[in-house]
């Protein structure tokens, strides 16, 4: 019972833990907070840059799919179809029975995003969730004071 009680431990009573809700939670998630769910991780030469990992994915940026049947094919994402959790990428189709030719949707975390398109919003994210901007104001670092009174502790 201890083990049990271990592992399922909770740090706020306003979250749940249960998969039911949690499940329930994500399919009947409302357009805004999907496209914060949908998202995209940076290229390594976009993560260096911007020292972000991902960002919610938007029409008109570049990428690369990276799982799946569609594996290593770019494209500019041309449609994002938060109903389906999907994202619509130019030159990746398939053709119906019937001759039609309809685009196939790819799972937004299945692709890398190559080239970003930027707009004084999206460079307000990034900079808003830059890694280094914190260590610049000092949040997260030690003085001098504090890491030699850290040393000499026992």
Known sequence: LAARLACAMKYSAN???SRRKQRKAHFSAPSSERRKRMVAPLSQE???????????????????????TYKGREGKVTCVYRK???????????EKINGATVQVGVDS??????????????????????????????????TASEKEAMENID
């Open 46 to 68: 976009l993560k260096d840059k911007y020292n972000v990992r991902n960002v919610p994915i938007r029409k008109d940026d570049e990428v690369m799919v990276v799982r799946g």
């Open 84 to 94: 389906k959790w999907v994202v619509h990428i130019e030159r990746i189709n398939r």
């Open 109 to 142: 975390s299945k692709c890398v995003i190559t080239k970003l398109k930027l707009d004084k919003d999206r460079k307000a994210l990034l900079e808003r969730r830059s890694h280094t901007a914190g260590a610049e104001k000092g949040k997260g670092l030690l």
């Open 15 to 17: 979250v749940t833990s």
